[in-house]
């Protein structure tokens, strides 16, 4: 059998609402009365609800959009809202994932750069092997241009061919580098955006949670100044008698 305790008034004013009578029995934490104040019990009850219900702020984004507009909420009315525009910053980061879509983005344009390079390979491959025909076909054409078969006009143009083909095979290594080079700094520019989006989405969770921890607080506070609530099971004792609308002092033993 626990002690009696003596519950006192921690703020002035009248007794909006009374749930008891004398002499009846209480369980441990139920509300004996309510003070008056500029907040509807009705609503604060109703966030409570909402806040006991979960444990993890990001979890009502899917509340968002039946996110009900309390706005009698006295002194927590600035904290309701606060966790309302960090939910809301919230959810709407979720749905537009800039960074996100940037990725999506860019790993369709990787994918485009890998398949170009592909391409490069094979038209490398065929150049190198025109080359190598280029070569064979001027050390012919060396040959009977020494032994006086080719003019010097065909062993020029010869000559040229074989040039130009050098050419050709250096341009397609210089794309192929070219392109290597682009594909290494999208990914770079894949990992950035990825390490973005985590920091982004920590931030706007952050938020959120201090604005639903800071609402969590002020609720306590609220019912610690405007509720009397029962510490244990027992029953009630008036200390004189009291109804609703009745005026209390502060620390008024009731």
Known sequence: RNPPVTM????????????????????SGQILAVMESTASVSEISKIRHLTDTISDPSRAVS?????????????IQNYWASFVKQLS??????????????????RQEINGIESYLSRLKVKEALFVENMELGRRKFRRDSLLFAEGVYSESDFERSKQDLIRLGI?????????????????????????????????RERYYSLLNEAFLNLKA????????????SPFDGRVSFTRFWSENQTVALNDPV
């Open 63 to 75: 509340l968002t959009e039946e996110m009900p507009g309390y706005n009698k909420l006295g002194e």
């Open 168 to 200: 050709e095979l250096q341009q397609v290594r210089l794309d192929h580098a070219t392109a290597a080079i682009g594909l290494a700094e999208k990914h770079q520019l894949l990992q950035d955006y990825g390490i973005k989006r985590v920091e982004e």
């Open 218 to 229: 002020q609720l306590v506070i609220w019912e610690n100044t405007y509720t009397l609530v």
């Open 89 to 106: 910053d919230y959810n709407n980061y979720l749905l537009n994932d800039y960074y996100g879509r940037k990725a999506e983005s860019l």
């Open 8 to 27: 006192v008034s921690k703020v002035a004013g009248r007794i909006r609402n009374l749930y008891v009578s004398d002499n009846d029995p209480v369980r």
